[in-house]
């Protein structure tokens, strides 16, 4: 059973800065990319961030220069620093997983980040 568990998200004020960290546990079968995903209220959930296993990485051009992802590939574990937030950054903070076929598709259970003065 594929497990995903974020942590790090929470009430910031704008500027500031979070790290959000997602453990990936009973992997079975190589992990093609690792990434962060958010929905806000009354919106689709977007992709924030993503990196595959050598290390390639994808950005929301919302993001770039202010969000960086990064993996730890022997532990199967996901981070993204946010810096200079802005109350648009404000949504539930996804952790997503992809395997090598199209089923192996998961999801963490999010994590609320929240940029307020």
């Known amino acids: 059973q594929v497990q995903l568990v974020e942590s790090g998200g929470g009430l910031v004020q704008p500027g500031g800065s979070l790290r959000l960290s997602c453990a990936a546990s009973?992997?079975?079968?190589?992990?093609?990319?690792m990434g962060w995903y958010r929905q806000a209220p009354g919106q689709q959930r977007e992709l924030v961030a993503e990196?595959?296993?050598?290390?390639?990485?994808n950005y929301a051009d919302s993001v770039k220069g202010r969000f960086t992802i990064s993996r730890d590939n022997t532990r199967n574990t996901v981070y993204l620093q946010l810096n200079s937030l802005k109350p648009e950054d404000t949504a539930v903070y996804y952790c997503?997983?992809?395997?090598?076929?199209?089923?192996?598709?998961?999801w963490g259970q999010g994590t609320q980040v929240t940029v307020s003065s």
């Open positions: 009973g992997i079975r079968f190589s992990v093609n990319s």
């Open positions: 997503n997983l992809r395997g090598p076929w199209v089923a192996a598709n998961y």
């Open positions: 990196i595959t296993t050598g290390g390639s990485t």
